[in-house]
């Protein structure tokens, strides 16, 4: 890793209430796909460190859980990891949607920010489903809470403004070692990545309350001998059995089809050929044990 005496590195964190954006604005900044997404809330459950290199300038992206009111043990783990990130970084992005009306969430995050005394950046983000006259008023609002070192309208959806962000985050940068090797975009094992891709493929293909109980856990993962093929075998754990049924589906349709989508991502991710084999098992309330919370949403 190259390393000279101009070398910088910044530490942001970003934070923000469930479905606000987070992980579409990282993937955006890092240029490739590293967090999953889903229209569902709660997506992401671990805190993710994404890489970006300008240059001598390396700027690492905390991609946190969305913060929220925890009701069950992984619920907790999750607000802990967000309160947690918040302190020594060198700066913390609040992501908010344009309204001008900060909600208790935000002023939680708000109040960790001034406590923690870094510097904060006000992220709007969605600014493509409002008028910008609106905006204003919604930067009127959160001044009112907070004196933020900067603030940035942006779409992550879109691609808006998310330069200029980064050019933002790049001047908290301070003198020092880059912490990742250049062409690492993340901290995440392989097989943690691979895990997500499939819990994604369960957010975006299952309704209601099924997907945020269910976990993955890749039981082997390893590439043939003189191939450039890459064996998986995952299991899906749910809370109940008859979430089971309806994650494997009918004649087995609805597992074939998140195994499908989900390979195809794997493969994009890998840049391999990936024969994927997916289990389902039932562990019932798994979500309010704290061991197996930490071991459902951690693959090492």
């Given at each position: 890793?190259?390393?000279?005496?101009?070398?910088?590195?910044?530490?942001?964190?970003?934070?923000?209430?469930?479905n606000?954006?987070?992980?579409?604005?990282v993937?955006?900044?890092?240029?490739?796909?590293?967090?999953?997404?889903?229209?569902?809330?709660?997506?992401?459950r671990?805190?993710?460190?994404?890489?970006?290199?300008?240059?001598?300038?390396?700027?690492?992206?905390?991609?946190?859980?969305?913060?929220?009111?925890?009701?069950?043990?992984?619920?907790?783990?999750?607000?802990?990891?967000?309160?947690?990130?918040?302190?020594?970084v060198?700066?913390?992005a609040?992501?908010?949607?344009?309204?001008?009306?900060?909600?208790?969430?935000?002023?939680?995050?708000?109040?960790?920010?001034?406590?923690s005394?870094c510097?904060?950046?006000?992220?709007?983000?969605?600014i493509?489903?409002?008028?910008?006259?609106?905006?204003?008023?919604?930067?009127?609002?959160?001044?009112a809470?907070?004196?933020?070192?900067?603030?940035?309208?942006?779409?992550?959806?879109?691609?808006?403004?998310?330069?200029?962000?980064?050019?933002?985050f790049?001047?908290?940068?301070k003198?020092?070692?880059?912490?990742?090797?250049?062409?690492?975009?993340?901290?995440?094992?392989?097989?943690?990545?691979?895990a997500?891709?499939?819990?994604?493929?369960l957010?975006?293909?299952?309704?209601?309350?099924?997907p945020?109980?269910?976990?993955?856990?890749?039981?082997?993962?390893?590439?043939?001998?003189?191939?450039?093929?890459?064996?998986?075998?995952?299991?899906i754990?749910?809370?109940?059995?008859?979430?089971?049924g309806?994650?494997?589906g009918?004649?087995?349709?609805?597992?074939?089809?998140?195994?499908?989508?989900?390979?195809a991502?794997?493969?994009?991710?890998?840049?391999?050929?990936?024969?994927?084999?997916?289990?389902?098992?039932?562990?019932?309330?798994?979500r309010?044990?704290?061991s197996?919370?930490?071991r459902?949403?951690?693959?090492?």
């Amino acid at each position: 890793m190259k390393q000279t005496a101009d070398t910088r590195c910044a530490m942001i964190t970003i934070a923000g209430r469930p479905n606000v954006g987070k992980s579409t604005l990282v993937n955006a900044l890092v240029g490739e796909k590293i967090a999953i997404v889903s229209p569902k809330p709660q997506t992401t459950r671990n805190r993710i460190y994404a890489v970006i290199d300008r240059g001598d300038t390396q700027v690492i992206l905390l991609d946190t859980p969305g913060f929220h009111r925890a009701r069950t043990k992984l619920g907790e783990q999750m607000v802990r990891t967000v309160r947690e990130s918040i302190a020594d970084v060198d700066a913390v992005a609040l992501v908010v949607e344009p309204v001008a009306s900060p909600g208790d969430i935000e002023r939680e995050l708000i109040a960790g920010i001034k406590q923690s005394g870094c510097p904060g950046v006000l992220v709007i983000n969605k600014i493509d489903t409002v008028e910008k006259e609106k905006l204003f008023a919604v930067i009127s609002a959160y001044a009112a809470l907070h004196d933020f070192d900067a603030v940035v309208p942006i779409s992550a959806k879109n691609g808006d403004g998310t330069q200029q962000l980064l050019a933002e985050f790049q001047s908290f940068a301070k003198s020092g070692p880059k912490l990742f090797p250049e062409g690492e975009v993340t901290d995440q094992p392989e097989r943690q990545v691979c895990a997500e891709l499939i819990r994604e493929k369960l957010l975006l293909c299952l309704d209601k309350e099924i997907p945020h109980g269910t976990a993955v856990v890749i039981d082997r993962f390893s590439e043939r001998i003189d191939t450039e093929i890459i064996d998986i075998d995952a299991t899906i754990y749910c809370e109940k059995s008859s979430h089971k049924g309806i994650i494997i589906g009918k004649n087995g349709a609805m597992l074939k089809k998140i195994g499908a989508l989900s390979r195809a991502d794997i493969e994009r991710f890998m840049g391999a050929k990936v024969f994927l084999q997916t289990w389902v098992k039932v562990k019932e309330n798994w979500r309010d044990n704290a061991s197996l919370s930490q071991r459902f949403t951690v693959n090492e």
